[in-house]
């Protein structure tokens, strides 16, 4: 691919990544931490880069997104939106590499969601609610298991996109 196709590339992997929920919502969150849009960059580039390795094995990019979404975000991803991501990213390759630069309108023209209607919950827990003294194994196994549900309602759930972030 030459530069103007690298160049197009990179700037296809930005569309889409701007409009990919799940990082979307990492960066708008922090969940990366305070240098979470820095990550996304980096993220981008480490993408860009995978896709011109002629090593890379192309049909490995969606785990290569997963672990790196969860690497520099602490995102689990539940909804596959990395497949339907890095589908589109290989698409955008395969056209640009034909010279095909109708991908970057479509791409485009891609309607982002409203992060408004996604929540964030979190996989760890803050507590265990054990009173000074007290183990696990104070309890029954029967209140260990309701306490558990109890406790996912409230420290584990899915983004409406299908997500899980978890925190620090």
């Known amino acids: 691919?030459?530069?103007?196709?690298?160049?197009?590339?990179?700037?296809?992997i930005n569309l889409?990544?701007?409009?990919?929920?799940v990082l979307r919502l990492a960066v708008t969150h922090n969940w990366g931490g305070p240098n979470s849009e820095e990550?996304?960059?980096?993220?981008?580039?480490?993408?860009?880069?995978?896709?011109?390795?002629?090593?890379?094995?192309?049909?490995?990019?969606?785990?290569y997104l997963r672990d790196e979404m969860?690497?520099?975000?602490?995102?689990?991803?539940?909804?596959?939106?990395?497949?339907?991501?890095?589908?589109?990213?290989?698409?955008?390759?395969?056209?640009?590499?034909?010279?095909?630069l109708e991908i970057i309108e479509k791409i485009k023209q891609i309607k982002e969601s409203d992060l408004t209607?996604?929540?964030e919950n979190n996989l760890i827990q803050e507590g265990s609610g054990l009173e000074e003294g007290e183990?696990?194994?104070?309890?029954?196994?029967?209140?260990?298991?309701?306490?558990?549900?109890?406790?996912?309602e409230h420290s584990v759930g899915n983004h409406s996109d299908g997500t899980q972030s978890k925190s620090e």
């Open 1 to 12: 691919m030459n530069d103007d196709g690298s160049k197009l590339l990179y700037e296809g």
């Open 16 to 21: 889409i990544f701007e409009k990919w929920t």
């Open 39 to 63: 990550k996304k960059k980096k993220l981008i580039e480490y993408v860009h880069s995978y896709i011109l390795s002629t090593s890379s094995p192309k049909h490995e990019l969606c785990n």
């Open 70 to 100: 969860n690497t520099l975000f602490n995102v689990d991803i539940e909804d596959d939106s990395d497949i339907e991501v890095s589908e589109l990213i290989l698409d955008l390759y395969s056209n640009l590499k034909k010279n095909n």
């Open 117 to 119: 209607h996604c929540r």
């Open 135 to 152: 183990s696990d194994s104070d309890y029954s196994e029967e209140d260990q298991l309701e306490s558990s549900y109890s406790d996912e």
